[in-house]
């Protein structure tokens, strides 16, 4: 079955560096892949979906790269803030039968000023 | 657009008792989903609805939780009797249609203790 990596280690960078996560995927060749955040104590937030005929997405200072032969999306933050300070997760589709998205567990961002 | 509203946003009970979670989507919004979310995990899917019907339990250990959605809106899960494991936020998400290309939009979970 499908299985979802992400680092279990929290990300600590200095404000206005650029943070950069990673979500790898085994044993699936999905079609798309999804990032959310998640601060403590709410529900994740929908960032932004990747096709895989997309190598690359950009959103404001979000950049997120989907390299299908690697079988890892990348998730970069420019110029980071300490706003940006949550837990990531990637998200991928079913890879049979079922329709929903699998998450991964998430990697925790830490932004210091 | 309002949001996806749980309640309520905390629970302790103690186990071998039962609990109900309460779940309304965002307006118009076909699908909806239950998730079991444990400290320093992802979320887990439990229950996917389509409108009023189930598209996807097959991770709902059903000898303890259920669901429903009735008239295809608001939804409910319960669990009977609650076991330590059970100690989790449940998260209820919503979206449009049942493509899982589709953003999902989650509320900010219920976080159940269990004693």
């Known amino acids: 079955s499908q299985k979802i990596e992400q680092n279990s280690e929290a990300l600590n960078i200095q404000e206005g560096k650029t943070a950069t996560l990673t979500c790898n995927y085994t044993?699936?060749?999905?079609?798309?892949l999804q990032w959310y955040r998640q601060d403590p104590g709410r529900g994740p937030v929908f960032l932004l979906l990747?096709?895989?005929?997309?190598k690359e997405k950009r959103k404001e200072r979000l950049k997120v790269t989907f390299d299908t032969t690697l079988k890892q999306s990348l998730f970069h933050i420019t110029a980071s803030q300490p706003a940006d300070s949550a837990t990531y997760l990637c998200?991928?589709?079913?890879?049979?039968?079922?329709?929903?998205?699998?998450f991964g567990s998430g990697t925790r961002l830490q932004v210091h000023p | 657009e309002a949001g996806v509203a749980q309640s309520p946003r905390y629970k302790i009970i103690e186990k071998r008792q039962s609990v109900a979670f309460w779940c309304n989507p965002i307006?118009?919004?076909?699908?909806l989903y239950w998730y079991q979310q444990i400290l320093g995990q992802g979320p887990k899917l439990l229950i996917q609805?389509?409108?009023?019907?189930?598209?996807?339990d097959s991770q709902l250990p059903k000898d303890r939780f259920s669901a429903e959605r009735l008239k295809g809106v608001d939804s409910t899960l319960k669990i009977q009797p609650a076991k330590l494991e059970d100690s989790a936020v449940y998260l209820c998400?919503?979206?449009?249609?049942?493509?899982?290309?589709?953003?999902?939009?989650f509320g900010d979970g219920t976080r159940l203790s269990i004693l």
């Open positions: 609805f389509q409108n009023n019907g189930v598209v996807d």
């Open positions: 998200a991928l589709p079913p890879d049979t039968g079922r329709r929903a998205l699998t």
């Open positions: 044993n699936y060749s999905p079609a798309y």
């Open positions: 998400a919503s979206s449009l249609g049942d493509v899982s290309n589709q953003p999902q939009h």
């Open positions: 307006s118009g919004h076909a699908t």
């Open positions: 990747i096709r895989e005929n997309e």
